[in-house]
């Protein structure tokens, strides 16, 4: 499912960021690291960026990995999706670093945009908050509309490999336009969330619904918080319809405003699972 992971190095990465993220890798069943450094790869610079990146790999290999590592020069992001595909990743894991707001309405980043090009899942990692709980259990919280790709998602929830302890499923959803029909709603939305809890194997010790009403790119961010979660599954697209564009989305306020790391899921990637037991 998630067993081959291509992660960017920049070589401005500090040691203890990358053990942290190692570790994050290791609970989604990652067990192979493509390490990419986009730069010259011939003559004096390349045999530099060479050296730099073995060194990266040696330390990825402490924590239990098989690596390979791939310098070529480019696009960023270009590169990255490229070689990805390439290799056959099952998803690209990237930092995540924080911009002003208009650096980043002018530049851009190359997380938004790797998520934009890519058709493979895209890990955005973030350190853990100050405010998140010390507790020992690993929690996920899956937004779903209940309109589209949960098959594609509840795959990657499934899996025996994916080591979370507990699953929160969140709706975020608009109040009906009386009483009677927003009762109506509740319940539908109470049904649908039990059903997938169901389809995952999953009871009260290690799952929760929810359902809260508002916009769905503040609601998760805050459910996310309140709720310590570590990582937040979203899918691609989320439009009513499936097919809105990632630029300006909920999926990229989202991953740009939590507190904690997110998977991103596209809506038509092949996944190969093994069912929990």
Same mark, same amino acid.
């Given at each position: 499912?998630?067993?081959?992971?291509?992660?960017?190095?920049?070589?401005?990465?500090? $040691?203890? !960021?990358?053990?942290?993220?190692?570790?994050?890798?290791? /609970?989604?069943?990652?067990? %192979?690291?493509?390490?990419?450094?986009?730069? $010259?790869?011939?003559?004096? =610079?390349?045999?530099?960026? !060479?050296?730099?990146?073995?060194?990266?790999?040696?330390?990825?290999?402490?924590? /239990?990995?098989?690596?390979?590592?791939? *310098?070529? =020069?480019?696009?960023?992001?270009?590169?990255?999706?490229?070689?990805?595909? @390439?290799?056959?990743?099952?998803?690209?894991?990237? &930092?995540?670093?924080?911009?002003?707001?208009?650096?980043?309405?002018?530049?851009?980043?190359?997380?938004?945009?790797?998520?934009?090009?890519?058709?493979? =899942?895209?890990?955005?990692?973030?350190? $853990?908050?100050?405010?998140?709980?010390?507790?020992?259990?690993?929690?996920?919280?899956?937004?779903?509309?209940?309109?589209?790709?949960?098959?594609?998602?509840? &795959?990657?929830?499934?899996?025996?490999?994916?080591? +979370?302890?507990?699953?929160?499923?969140?709706?975020?959803?608009?109040?009906? $336009?009386?009483?009677?029909? %927003?009762?109506?709603?509740?319940?539908? *939305?109470?049904? !649908?969330? !039990? @059903?997938?809890?169901?389809?995952?194997?999953?009871?009260?010790?290690?799952? @929760?619904?929810?359902?809260?009403?508002?916009?769905?790119?503040?609601?998760?961010?805050? +459910?996310?918080?309140?709720?310590?979660?570590?990582?937040?599954?979203?899918?691609?697209?989320?439009?009513?319809?499936?097919?809105? =564009?990632?630029?300006?989305? #909920?999926?990229? @306020?989202?991953?740009?405003?939590?507190?904690?790391?997110?998977?991103?899921?596209?809506?038509?990637? %092949?996944?190969? #699972?093994?069912?929990?037991?």
């Amino acid at each position: 499912m998630l067993r081959r992971v291509l992660v960017p190095v920049g070589f401005r990465e500090k $040691p203890e !960021q990358l053990a942290a993220m190692c570790t994050f890798l290791k /609970g989604l069943g990652t067990g %192979e690291v493509v390490l990419v450094h986009v730069g $010259p790869n011939t003559r004096g =610079p390349g045999k530099q960026n !060479q050296r730099r990146i073995a060194a990266v790999a040696d330390q990825i290999q402490t924590h /239990g990995f098989s690596t390979r590592t791939v *310098v070529r =020069p480019g696009s960023r992001q270009m590169v990255l999706v490229a070689v990805a595909e @390439e290799l056959e990743a099952d998803y690209i894991a990237m &930092s995540f670093r924080k911009q002003s707001i208009l650096r980043r309405a002018i530049l851009g980043s190359t997380v938004k945009d790797v998520i934009r090009q890519s058709d493979i =899942p895209v890990f955005v990692y973030k350190e $853990p908050p100050r405010w998140r709980s010390r507790d020992d259990r690993f929690r996920a919280l899956y937004a779903t509309s209940l309109q589209w790709g949960d098959d594609i998602i509840l &795959s990657y929830i499934r899996d025996k490999r994916f080591q +979370a302890d507990e699953i929160v499923f969140l709706h975020v959803g608009s109040r009906g $336009p009386d009483p009677f029909v %927003e009762q109506q709603r509740r319940e539908r *939305v109470d049904t !649908q969330l !039990q @059903e997938l809890r169901r389809n995952c194997g999953l009871g009260e010790s290690d799952s @929760e619904q929810l359902a809260v009403l508002g916009t769905a790119r503040r609601q998760i961010v805050k +459910a996310a918080r309140r709720l310590s979660v570590d990582l937040v599954l979203l899918g691609k697209a989320d439009s009513v319809m499936g097919f809105a =564009p990632v630029l300006g989305s #909920t999926t990229e @306020e989202v991953s740009y405003n939590v507190g904690c790391s997110v998977l991103i899921i596209p809506r038509d990637v %092949e996944v190969s #699972t093994e069912a929990r037991t």
